[in-house]
């Protein structure tokens, strides 16, 4: 995967999202993935956030799960930007009253990034969780409950 720096260029949302489809084949085409992600773009309880060449897209719960979201990240930042990006990612969920996230991956990056948020949250008052998919053995899933304290990397 080309990453690129968000401290020395700053992407724009939808050539973020064009990388990572590029750069992350999965099991569809190109095509069919960047169309799935404009459909996703369009749907009416979706949250879009970027920070620095990371695209958040996340989905609000309904009724009594209306504090709680499921979600994804699109990245082209280099690692240490990504648990940056996602540090700032949880608090703003915890500054919109988000207090359950989901998500699913299957990235080295992404798993040795919520090992890293995962010390961090356990210093604090969010609980993070991570584990596997049982149907599907590459995929990674976490369960994050957000406290209030703003979580932050440690100098």
Not at 15 to 39: F, K
Not at 51 to 75: D, E, P, Q, Y
């Amino acid at each position: 995967m080309e990453t690129v720096d968000s401290k020395k260029e700053l992407l724009g949302g939808p050539e973020i999202i064009t990388r990572h489809v590029r750069d992350n084949p999965g099991l569809y085409p190109p095509g069919v993935s960047m169309g799935a992600i404009v459909a996703e773009l369009t749907m009416p309880d979706k949250d879009v956030v970027q920070i620095g060449n990371t695209v958040f897209i996340g989905h609000l719960g309904k009724g009594k799960n209306s504090k709680k979201m499921s979600g994804r990240a699109l990245n082209v930042d280099t690692g240490k930007n990504f648990i940056t990006n996602g540090f700032k990612y949880f608090t703003y969920l915890q500054k919109r009253g988000i207090t359950h996230y989901s998500t699913t991956f299957d990235s080295p990056i992404f798993l040795n990034a919520f090992r890293v948020f995962q010390r961090q949250a356990h210093k604090q008052d969010t609980q993070i969780g991570i584990g596997k998919l049982k149907q599907a053995p590459d995929t990674y899933i976490a369960f994050i409950r957000l406290g209030k304290e703003p979580l932050a990397m440690e100098a």
